[in-house]
């Protein structure tokens, strides 16, 4: 879908969204600016991702997202800047493009830098937003881990249910950590090639947007290094406590292997059918028996629980 966005006959922005081959030469075409394509703009090589021709700077980025249909490739979005004309090319809806087309059609006259600048300043405070939920729901995720009352569980629901839910969604959540961070990183490297690049044509007030922008990437990666810190240390600390959950098992299969030994051996030993055994001959030789079993059962548990495995 192409759609432009400007006064008169020529726009000063041009959104291409899940564009066709046609569409792609019409543009370069009308602008005369070569358009990549999608195998292009996923090039992770700084000299493929950032790099001028004249005064057209070709800007490219992986967005937090990924398509199923490439193989969960993250789903690349590229940015063609020049100072009469903005050319972007995404294949995914992005938030901060809808609010910016709305701005557009009411009429407000933006050339194309400011075009570029309010984009990147959307798609920073988007990625913000994604980070915060990420921290809420690891901070539940975290009280759900180190309930007290976890124990409680065994009766209701088991706890191993509950623990393998924490290990997906901490799994799930590393994802969406990894995918932020590889974007929010090449939009950093995106902004400091525009914010050199661009020098003789960016206005001050544009260009202190950008810097603003750049601090907020900065302390962007700060806290997602500390997401990933939080969510590395629940993964150690559910998998821990799966492990104690099936030492916990062992310890009771082992305990019952150990107490069913002496029984068996006596009843082993009486079960042989030699004639001079004396308690064949024994009236209360089966009471005997049963009496014998029962205490070595006994006698072992008493053992275990005096001291404290059982």
Known sequence: MLTTHGRGAKPA???????????????AADTGIRVPAREALQEIETSSRLRAEGQVLYLSMP??????????????????????LLITVRYSEVHA??????????GTAIGSTEIFVALIEGIVDFAADKLEKLSSELAHVSARAFDPNMSSLKVAKPASRELRKSLTDVGAAGDHLSRIRESVLGLQRVI????????????????????????DLSSLVDFEAHLSGKTQFLLDAILGFINTEQNEIFKVLTIVSVVGIPPTLIASMYGM??????????RYGYPYGLALIGLSIVLPVLWFKRRGWW
């Open 13 to 27: 922005w041009i959104d291409l969204l899940n564009p066709s081959a046609d569409e792609i030469a019409r543009v």
């Open 192 to 215: 400091a090639y525009v914010s050199k690049a661009a020098v003789d044509w960016l206005g001050p007030e544009l260009k202190a947007r950008l810097g603003t922008a750049q601090q």
């Open 273 to 282: 059918n030699f004639h001079d055994m004396p308690e064949l001959s024994w």
């Open 63 to 84: 967005l937090a997202l990924q398509d199923e249909a490439s193989g969960f490739m993250p789903i690349p979005l590229g940015f063609i800047l020049s100072p009469p």
């Open 97 to 106: 493009f809808t609010h910016l087309q709305e701005t557009c059609k009411s």
